[in-house]
């Protein structure tokens, strides 16, 4: 889910043009779980094979790797490794809204709302070790390079772009702006379009860039105090303070200059300790990553990618083709120097 701190960021529309010859590493289980949550059927059942198999992930993935490809740009995955120990209170209740929303997704079914229905089923996607798999052998066949990240996908992400081996992270969470990658991609793996709330409407989707840099100056912190901020808000290690949003969370830290500071100031009852404060800052300011990565893109195995698609998943090889040769520009884009 990530921290809620958008909105006090600048977001510049951009299009896929702009990001020509760019390398944009994923969050991979970011763009999973949204697939499984938008490709869906009008009353919310996940797309499937014969075999009842869901089959939402690898189509998502497919067709929009497969358009960044075809626009030339360089995609690279990072999968989550093991969650920190301070994440288990966020990812319990994530279970429990998840558990909560499949019985709303019944009794909307049950009483024909089927709009409500694919509302709460869109909340009720689980990604499995299984799909993970599956994603990752999809991902071998197309090319396309992955990284199994030691922790947070985001922190593997951001930790490249720092480094230089890539532009920008792709992801739809603000995360990785805390731990300091210097551009955030968002809706990169989007439809082009996206359903209005509660109406039968839609609007069109675009990238968006944010760069850290630009916006700490606008708003006149420091890296540190962002994540300062982050943790009064609340983040996926810690539940914030009651009444504390972005802006109140901006205020305070320009004023009292750190959490400690906001902390004795107004005396929160429900403030996280200041070991836990010090933990939370290092998972941001210092998270485990890893060098034990290569980029490169060799191309498409197109025999195994009709085998994990047709034979294994049931896709039809008529719509296959035409989206897998949109994968022709990787030998094109592989003669190119990588543009940052």
């Given at each position: 889910m990530g921290v809620?701190?958008g909105?006090?960021f600048?977001?510049?529309?951009?299009?896929?043009?702009?990001?020509?010859?760019?390398?944009?590493?994923?969050?991979?289980?970011?763009?999973l779980h949204?697939?499984l949550?938008?490709?869906?059927?009008?009353?919310?059942?996940?797309?499937?094979?014969?075999?009842?198999?869901?089959?939402?992930?690898?189509?998502?993935?497919?067709?929009?790797?497969?358009?960044?490809?075809e626009?030339?740009?360089?995609?690279?995955?990072?999968?989550?490794?093991?969650?920190?120990?301070?994440?288990?209170?966020?990812?319990?209740?994530?279970?429990?809204?998840?558990?909560?929303?499949?019985?709303e997704?019944?009794?909307?079914?049950?009483g024909?709302?089927?709009?409500?229905?694919?509302?709460?089923a869109?909340?009720?996607?689980r990604?499995?070790?299984?799909m993970?798999?599956?994603?990752?052998d999809?991902?071998?066949?197309?090319?396309?390079?992955f990284?199994?990240?030691?922790?947070?996908?985001?922190?593997?992400?951001?930790?490249?772009?720092k480094?230089?081996?890539?532009?920008?992270?792709?992801?739809?969470?603000?995360?990785?702006?805390l731990?300091?990658?210097?551009?955030?991609?968002r809706?990169?793996?989007?439809?082009?379009?996206?359903?209005?709330?509660?109406?039968?409407?839609?609007?069109?989707?675009?990238?968006?860039?944010?760069?850290?840099k630009?916006?700490?100056?606008?708003?006149?912190i420091?890296?540190?105090?962002?994540?300062?901020?982050?943790?009064?808000i609340?983040?996926?290690?810690?539940?914030?303070i009651?009444?504390?949003?972005?802006?109140?969370?901006?205020?305070?830290?320009?004023?009292?200059?750190?959490?400690?500071?906001?902390?004795?100031?107004?005396?929160?009852?429900?403030?996280p300790?200041?070991?836990e404060?010090?933990?939370?800052?290092?998972?941001?300011?210092?998270?485990?990553?890893?060098?034990?990565y290569?980029?490169?893109?060799?191309?498409?195995?197109?025999?195994?990618?009709?085998?994990?698609?047709?034979?294994?998943?049931?896709f039809?090889?008529?719509?296959?083709?035409?989206?897998?040769s949109?994968f022709?520009?990787?030998q094109?884009?592989?003669?190119?120097?990588?543009?940052?």
């Amino acid at each position: 889910m990530g921290v809620d701190i958008g909105a006090i960021f600048k977001q510049e529309k951009i299009g896929y043009s702009d990001l020509k010859d760019r390398v944009i590493v994923i969050d991979a289980y970011n763009v999973l779980h949204q697939f499984l949550a938008s490709i869906r059927q009008r009353d919310g059942t996940p797309l499937k094979n014969s075999k009842g198999e869901i089959t939402s992930h690898l189509s998502g993935l497919f067709h929009r790797t497969a358009n960044m490809i075809e626009s030339r740009i360089r995609p690279v995955y990072a999968f989550d490794g093991k969650p920190h120990p301070l994440k288990a209170k966020t990812l319990e209740k994530r279970k429990i809204r998840k558990e909560e929303a499949e019985r709303e997704y019944i009794k909307a079914l049950e009483g024909g709302d089927l709009v409500k229905a694919r509302s709460k089923a869109q909340q009720t996607g689980r990604l499995t070790d299984e799909m993970i798999q599956q994603s990752k052998d999809l991902l071998d066949a197309l090319g396309i390079p992955f990284i199994q990240s030691p922790q947070e996908g985001e922190a593997q992400a951001s930790y490249m772009v720092k480094k230089g081996d890539a532009y920008a992270v792709g992801s739809q969470d603000y995360d990785c702006l805390l731990i300091g990658s210097p551009v955030l991609i968002r809706n990169l793996t989007s439809s082009e379009r996206r359903k209005l709330p509660g109406k039968d409407a839609y609007s069109k989707v675009f990238p968006k860039q944010i760069r850290l840099k630009n916006n700490l100056k606008i708003l006149g912190i420091k890296h540190k105090q962002l994540v300062d901020m982050a943790i009064l808000i609340g983040t996926d290690f810690n539940d914030g303070i009651h009444g504390i949003g972005p802006k109140k969370s901006l205020n305070l830290i320009k004023k009292n200059g750190n959490v400690e500071n906001v902390l004795a100031t107004i005396g929160a009852k429900d403030a996280p300790s200041f070991d836990e404060i010090n933990e939370i800052r290092k998972i941001f300011l210092k998270p485990k990553v890893t060098d034990d990565y290569n980029l490169s893109w060799p191309g498409v195995d197109k025999e195994n990618v009709f085998k994990i698609l047709c034979d294994r998943h049931h896709f039809k090889k008529e719509r296959v083709e035409p989206v897998l040769s949109k994968f022709e520009n990787i030998q094109q884009m592989m003669k190119q120097k990588t543009l940052f």
